[in-house]
C-alpha cells in the first residue's frame, strides 16, 4: 500500500507530515531521507510480514507452556495427619514427608481443640511430634496448618483418646543391658500387657528397661528424658493389671517406695478386714444377750467357728472365748453422791509401829468418823458427812476455825500412836 504525504514540518526527532484530506501524522524524523524539507512529497509504503509475526508467536506459546509446565501441573500437597502412639498422658503424632512442589514454606503449625500449640521446628526434616501432660481417658482434636507462598492448606482432622490406667497397649519398651534370661521374660512380659518392644530409643519409646546403666540407647534415652526402669517394673503393670508409677523402679531406688496395689496386698488386707468384721459380728449376739462366759457345747475350737474364736483364742476349761460387757453401776443421784476422800499418803511403818490388819483399821477409823459427826454442829454435820471430805466447799462451810482443826488432828494422831496402831496423814 503506497501513500503520499506532504512534509509540513521537521524538527529533530519528529516530522509532521500531512494527508491529502488535512490530517496531520506525526513521524519520526529520523525514518526519512535526510534532504526532505517543508513542502517535499514523500511516499511511504505500508506491509504486513507474515514471517516475523508467525515466529513471533511460536517464541511466546513456547514461553507460556514452560511457565504452566513449571509452576501449573503441581502445587503443595495438603498434610496428612496419624497418630502413632498414644498412652495415659501423651500423644505421638506423625505425618508424610511435606510437598512444596515449586511453592516456598512459611510455617506448619499444629491444632489441638481449635487452639494453636506451636509451630514444629524443620518441617521440612521432621515428620513426627510428641505431645505430653495430657489428661487420662480425654478425647483431643488435632490438625495440621500449612503455610506457603502458594496457598495455606489445612489437614483433617483427627480424633485422639488417651489411655485408661488399665489399658497398656501404649507402652513401648526399648531393651538395654540385661541378661539373656531376664531379656527373654521381659519380651514375654510385655507381650502380655499387650505393649511393644522395639530395639531402639524413639520419639515413641516410654520406657528404657535395663540392669546397668551404660551403652548408647541408654545415653539416647537419658537425653530424651525417657524413664530408666528395672525389669520389675514390667512385672509391676503386669500384676497389677495397670500402668504404676516408676519411682520405685529405677536403676538406684530403694524397692521399699514400691508400692503394692490391689492386686498383691490390698486384696489380702480386705480379705481380712472382711473376715474381721463378720466374726465381729458374730459375737455380737453373744454380747447383747448377756450370757457372759457360759459354755455352748455347739462351738468348736479349730479355726474360726460360727462365734468368731480364733484358733490362738484360748477356752479356758471348756468355757467359750466369748466377749463378755459387764454392765456399769447406776450412778446415784446428786444429794446420794457420797463425797471423795482426799488423797493419803502413802504408810510407812517404823521399827517403832507395827502395821495392824486393814480391817481392824478400817473399824477404828469408821468408829472415830461416826463419833467425831455425832460432836459437830448441825450445820456442818448437813455440810460435812464425813471427815475425809477434802472439796473446799465443805472446808469453806465448816464454823470451826482452822487452829482448832489442827490441835483436833494432833489430838487424833497422838492418841492412834498410842493406841499401837499405824496413821494416814489426811489432807483437808
Wanted: net charge negative; glycine share 8%.
Amino acid at each position: 500500500m503506497l501513500i503520499s504525504l506532504t512534509v509540513g514540518k521537521v524538527d529533530a526527532g519528529v516530522a509532521v507530515l500531512l494527508t491529502e484530506d488535512k490530517r496531520l501524522i506525526e513521524f519520526p524524523s529520523i525514518l526519512l531521507p535526510p534532504s526532505i524539507s517543508s513542502g517535499s512529497i514523500v511516499d511511504i509504503t505500508v506491509s504486513r510480514n507474515h514471517v516475523s509475526e508467525n515466529t513471533a508467536q511460536k517464541r511466546f506459546l513456547e514461553l507460556q507452556s514452560s511457565i504452566y509446565s513449571t509452576y501449573g501441573l503441581t502445587s503443595p500437597s495438603t498434610p496428612i495427619l496419624r497418630c502413632r502412639n498414644a498412652t495415659q498422658t501423651s500423644v505421638v503424632l506423625e505425618w508424610d514427608p511435606i510437598a512444596l512442589a515449586t511453592a516456598s514454606l512459611r510455617s506448619l503449625s499444629l491444632f489441638r481443640n481449635g487452639n494453636k500449640v506451636g509451630s514444629i521446628p524443620r518441617p521440612l526434616e521432621l515428620s513426627t511430634t510428641k505431645l505430653s501432660g495430657l489428661a487420662i481417658d480425654t478425647e483431643y482434636v488435632f490438625h495440621l496448618v500449612l503455610r506457603t507462598s502458594a496457598g495455606t492448606y489445612a489437614s483433617e482432622k483427627l480424633h485422639v483418646r488417651t489411655h485408661k490406667m488399665t489399658d497398656l497397649s501404649g507402652i513401648t519398651v526399648t531393651p538395654g543391658v540385661l541378661p539373656a534370661p531376664l531379656r527373654y521374660s521381659l519380651a514375654g512380659a510385655v507381650e502380655r500387657i499387650g505393649g511393644k518392644l522395639v530395639e531402639t530409643v524413639r520419639i515413641d519409646t516410654t520406657h528404657f528397661v535395663c540392669t546397668e546403666g551404660r551403652g548408647r540407647e541408654w545415653e539416647r534415652a537419658v537425653e530424651m528424658n525417657i524413664p530408666v526402669v528395672r525389669p520389675e517394673w514390667v512385672e509391676g503393670c503386669e500384676r497389677e493389671g495397670r500402668i504404676v508409677g516408676v519411682r520405685g523402679y529405677y536403676l538406684n531406688a530403694d524397692p521399699r517406695l514400691r508400692q503394692v496395689g490391689q492386686g498383691v496386698g490390698s486384696q489380702g488386707q480386705s480379705s481380712r478386714r472382711t473376715e474381721s468384721q463378720t466374726s465381729i459380728k458374730r459375737m455380737t449376739p453373744a454380747v447383747q444377750s448377756g450370757e457372759g462366759a457360759k459354755h455352748d457345747p455347739g462351738l468348736s475350737t479349730a479355726g474360726t467357728d460360727n462365734s468368731g474364736i480364733s484358733p490362738g483364742m484360748s477356752t479356758n476349761g471348756g468355757q467359750s472365748a466369748r466377749m463378755e460387757v459387764m454392765p456399769e453401776p447406776p450412778t446415784p443421784p446428786e444429794k446420794d453422791r457420797q463425797p471423795e476422800p482426799a488423797s493419803t499418803a502413802a504408810i510407812i511403818p517404823g521399827p517403832e509401829h507395827e502395821v495392824t490388819d486393814e480391817s481392824e483399821e478400817d473399824e477404828v477409823e469408821t468408829a472415830r468418823a461416826k463419833d467425831r459427826h455425832l460432836h459437830q454442829p448441825a450445820q456442818s454435820r448437813d455440810l460435812v458427812q464425813s471427815p475425809f471430805d477434802a472439796t473446799h466447799k465443805a472446808a469453806a462451810a465448816l464454823p470451826i476455825r482452822q487452829e482448832e482443826l489442827q490441835a483436833k488432828d494432833e489430838k487424833d494422831r497422838k492418841r492412834q500412836m498410842s493406841d499401837g496402831g499405824s496413821f494416814s496423814e489426811v489432807q483437808l
